[in-house]
């Protein structure tokens, strides 16, 4: 009988427990419920970009002054710097299907042209979703130095000629700076990796660092690093080396 009272007992001491009131500190909720703000609107979970879309954190307009700025002719563009918060998986080859990879990292700065992408806002800050193919140039560090940028796939950094440059048999090429084109001849500095093909390899790039080389006019976009006056150029777009 003693035995069966107990169990008595604590069956009864169970069902009271389980009705009594919950307390507030029972209760589990969760300390953010939303963890960003897009555009002024509440989002839960982090934003993924999808694709071939970067997430860039855009430099304000002081912190660019001091480093590289993309240049349009003389005037100075600004929101064309960032830091990259989060990358896309990158965007399949049209032909093979095969994964053509984003060479990017979170953490990275790029710069990338005045037009490019689209600006959104995420917790009261700026930030833009550009392509990979919209970056011009990556760099480490908080400035733009020529040790810390690198161009991508088939871009090149070309150091702009000022002056006409004459070749070794005393040809005169001249560098274009009119008012209808601009300067289009300069030295290799950088030199990308080469575009993908559909079948994963990268394709040569037929220049190297040190070669002087003629590009098309208009073509490039036009970077100042350490206050020198670069380019950066796709590799269809340079017509000759010398």
Known sequence: MK????????????????FAP???????????????VLDGRKIGGEI???????????????EASDG????AGSAKVEKTRGTVVAVGPGKTHP?????VEIPVQPGEGVMYGQYDGTEIEVNDKPH???RDDNILIKYSGEKLTL???DVLRDRVLVQIDDDEQATAGGVILATSKTQESRASTGTIMK???GAMAGDGTLLPMRISVGDKVKFMDFAGNEVEIEGEEYSVVRMGEIVAKF
């Open 3 to 18: 035995v069966k009272s107990t169990l008595v007992t604590l069956a009864l001491f169970s069902t009271a427990e389980a």
């Open 22 to 36: 919950t307390t507030r500190a029972d209760l589990q909720v969760p300390t953010k419920l939303y963890q960003n």
């Open 48 to 62: 993924k970009p999808i694709n071939d879309f970067i997430l860039v954190k855009i430099v304000g307009e002081k």
């Open 68 to 71: 590289g700025i993309l240049l």
């Open 95 to 99: 032909e093979t299907g095969r994964l």
């Open 128 to 130: 833009m979703l550009i």
């Open 147 to 149: 040790d810390s940028v």
């Open 191 to 193: 030199v990308g990796g």
